[in-house]
């Protein structure tokens, strides 16, 4: 279990240092030079030479990663102009609310998706069954900006139960939770979909096993081969789930934070794709990166922990 | 509550981990050899109703956009200020939009787009993909173990992020939009791809081939991807309705195609500015459109996987 968890770790390692010299590229591939989006296109040759040297771009591009990494390790994201602020600080803003967000969507969403899922795989190739699946697939296939906007019309401007916009500041984030029904609901219905159809098959694939054979031969009733034994391992994966579906949720929540104006991360990613604001948009990307290295991590962790047969197997 | 399953009718891959689940892996020589189990294929997928109905929008849904513009002819080149913001009504079957386009016409025309779009697009992922895979799979050690870690690392971003990141350092045009998502996209198949490809390469025929002297280009064109083909369809039925998205939720983020080029997320985004003027023909048509399209390739995926699944069970 130990050598297991270990050796994911360093797996992990490996993949976020990927990730740093992925971004590290997309900083060099970036129109114009990054001394001149800083200083302007008036500034004088002294001012850029002395900011070339002074940032290190005067180096080779090995040693200028080197310096960006270790910049990097003490929590140094890099300067955003245009917000004129560090990446760090905007970061530390911003990051509550996203986890905010998605935190209760993931919650809902599971909490919703264990009973519908269930209900499917039992009322299997049934007309409710039907149904169903249909409406995930529609929700699964719908545009999340559109979702959102079809949320704001008809509970915001026909019905006027919720406001269209997300509150803007923290004091009145839970002060005004009625603004937070429509983002967390756009949020829930499209992780909805996902966890709903992996439920239904999780709960398919379990009730062919041998062992629920074996207890419906030996008279359990149906009800307790659903509950005991059925649900239970149906529930393994789902354990996963949330840690897998953090790229999903991260980027559905970019695009309903952008519908709703939440002023969160994805928001803030995607003002800084809009202004060219790179510093920023690669702070996010990294984030976002070893938020989804970290998923997979914690949920191939877990898995192991609550099934004794994955740590046997590879 | 009875539940009674057969193993056949189990989907053990739901939507949030496409891709075969199944361990087993098509076996046979060369490409098609087995015609039987293509057959078999056949007859699961056309068993299964909602990939008949899936097939059916797609092919409705492409001939609304292809055929129906020489039906239903409209200006779609100069626009007409005169008759913006008309509701729906004779001569106008679904209204126009603020510079005077007809919806209907501009929905035929932006679907030419997605659609076009959302296929150049897996193509490029897939063929990316499918060499990348299989090289990686037939090298094996350190080459294989640095081209996945690459696959890995890139896999982290997720998609929309990436996405937005190149749209934002290239400036778009429809060509640089499809190479940009096709570029993203490739991970996917080339993971399934490689994955394949390491129990392929161990199989008794492709020895036969090594000892027979056959060259490693051999191998990898003539064995090892046609029998990879089956996952590659999948993937790419997949790839089509995440394109269509994708390209959607760009241009609504404004880094899709610049105009005078159209698509359905264009077309969405450009209405989401009358929401509350009660335009409803500008959102209600292209989002239903993109929902179409993308649930009908959905479907068709779906269950092509089901009946790949059932290839390989009844082996």
């Known amino acids: ?314 | 509550m009875g539940v009674t399953i057969t193993p056949a009718d189990v989907d053990p891959s739901g939507v949030g981990f496409r891709g075969p689940s199944g361990d087993g892996v098509p076996e046979g020589g060369e490409g098609y050899s087995s015609g039987a189990a293509w057959k078999m294929v056949l007859r699961v997928f056309i068993e299964n109703k909602l990939a008949i109905v899936g097939l059916g929008m797609i092919v409705l849904m492409t001939l609304f956009c292809f055929v129906g513009p020489l039906i239903y002819k409209t200006q779609q080149v100069f626009n007409n200020p005169a008759i913006a913001n008309k509701p729906p009504g004779p001569g106008h079957l679904l209204g126009t939009n603020p510079v005077g386009y007809d919806v209907l016409g501009r929905l035929m025309l932006g679907g030419q787009t997605s659609l076009e779009i959302g296929f150049a697009a897996a193509i490029i992922a897939v063929l990316i993909g499918v060499i990348w895979g299989a090289a990686a799979g037939l090298a094996g050690g350190i080459v294989d173990a640095v081209m996945m870690r690459i696959v890995d690392a890139f896999l982290a971003i997720p998609f929309l992020f990436l996405l937005i990141v190149l749209g934002a350092i290239f400036t778009t045009s429809i060509l640089e939009l499809i190479i940009v998502i096709g570029l993203v996209a490739w991970l996917v198949p080339a993971r399934l791809v490689r994955g394949e490809t390491l129990s392929l390469r161990v199989r008794e025929y492709v020895q036969a081939v090594k000892v027979m002297g056959g060259g490693t280009r051999r191998i990898l064109f003539r064995h090892i991807i046609p029998n990879t083909v089956g996952t590659i369809v999948v993937n790419a039925t997949f790839q089509v309705a995440d394109a269509i998205l994708y390209v959607a939720t760009l241009s609504y983020l404004g880094l899709g195609v610049p105009p005078p080029a159209t698509n359905w997320g264009h077309q969405l985004a450009n209405g989401l500015s009358y929401v509350y003027a009660g335009y409803w023909w500008l959102i209600y048509p292209a989002g239903i459109a993109i929902i179409i399209t993308v649930v009908a390739f959905n479907f068709v995926g779906d269950a092509l996987r089901d009946a790949l699944e059932v290839r390989l069970q009844s082996r």
Do not use: C
């Open chain 1, 1 to 314: 279990m130990i050598g297991y968890i270990i050796r994911r770790l360093l797996q992990s390692l490996v993949v976020v240092f990927g990730v740093t010299v992925i971004t590290f590229i997309l900083l060099h591939m970036l129109p114009g030079n990054p001394i001149r989006a800083i200083l302007g296109t008036r500034a004088s040759a002294q001012a850029v030479r002395q900011l070339t040297i002074e940032y290190g771009f005067n180096k080779p591009l090995i040693v200028q990663y080197f310096i960006w990494l270790g910049n990097l390790l003490q929590g140094n994201l890099g300067y955003s102009y245009k917000l004129n602020q560090t990446v760090t600080s905007l970061l530390a803003q911003r990051i509550p609310k996203t986890l905010f967000l998605t935190g209760s969507a993931a919650i809902l969403a599971i909490i919703l998706a264990i009973p519908a899922g269930m209900w499917q795989a039992v009322r299997r190739n049934k007309p409710d069954d039907y149904v169903g699946t249909g409406l995930i697939f529609i929700f699964y296939s719908m545009p999340t900006f559109w979702l959102g906007l079809i949320m704001i019309i008809i509970f915001s401007e026909t019905l006027g139960w919720f406001p269209s916009e997300a509150p803007q500041d923290q004091i009145s984030l839970f002060s005004q939770l009625n603004g937070m029904v429509l983002p967390v609901a756009t949020l829930t219905l499209v992780t909805l979909a996902l966890f709903t159809r992996y439920m239904r098959s999780s709960m398919l694939e379990q009730s062919i096993q041998d062992y629920v054979r074996t207890a419906r031969s030996k008279g359990v009733s149906n009800r307790a081969v659903l509950f005991k034994h059925v649900l239970r391992n149906a529930l393994l994966p789902m354990v996963t789930l949330i840690g897998l579906s953090i790229p999903g949720i991260l980027s559905g929540s970019l695009v309903t934070e952008t519908v709703f104006n939440y002023p969160g991360m994805g928001l803030l990613f995607y003002q800084a794709a809009e202004s060219d604001d790179f510093p920023t948009l690669l702070g996010v990307t990294l984030v976002v990166a070893i938020a989804t290295v970290i998923g997979n991590l914690v949920a191939d962790i877990l898995y192991a922990v609550v099934d004794p047969r994955i740590r046997y197997v590879s």
